[in-house]
């Protein structure tokens, strides 16, 4: 049987850091399955929903019901980015060694 997680009433309506999702998981029995109930989960960070996105599809069976509109595009975004190769743009910044922290700071006054 599953054990319904109601996340908004555990967690708040805004998820804001992997950790936090970290936390969540930390506190789960590998043996049990879990079904998250979003409902009223406004927000999440990328970084919040990368972790989830973790947890949904990791070794344990969590699964996730009533999730809101915003943090079904922000679970989207994050899905689809793991399977899309990365794409860099060349920037016009030179590289600069800098050996102490000294070389750091006279870089950053510099610029």
């Known amino acids: 049987m599953k054990q319904i997680i109601k996340i908004k009433e555990q967690y708040g309506s ?61 679970l989207s975004a994050v899905t689809l980015g793991r399977f899309l190769p990365r794409q860099h743009t060349a920037g016009d910044m030179p590289i600069v060694q800098c050996d102490t922290i000294s070389s750091v700071l006279s870089q950053l006054a510099a610029s």
């Open 14 to 74: 805004e998820l804001h850091t992997r950790q936090m999702i970290e936390r969540m998981a930390a506190s789960f029995n590998p043996e049990d399955a879990y079904l998250l109930d979003m409902s009223g989960v406004e927000q999440i960070s990328r970084s919040a929903a990368d972790e989830l996105y973790n947890l949904t599809h990791g070794s344990m069976y969590v699964d996730m019901i009533h999730v809101e509109p915003f943090v079904e595009k922000m």
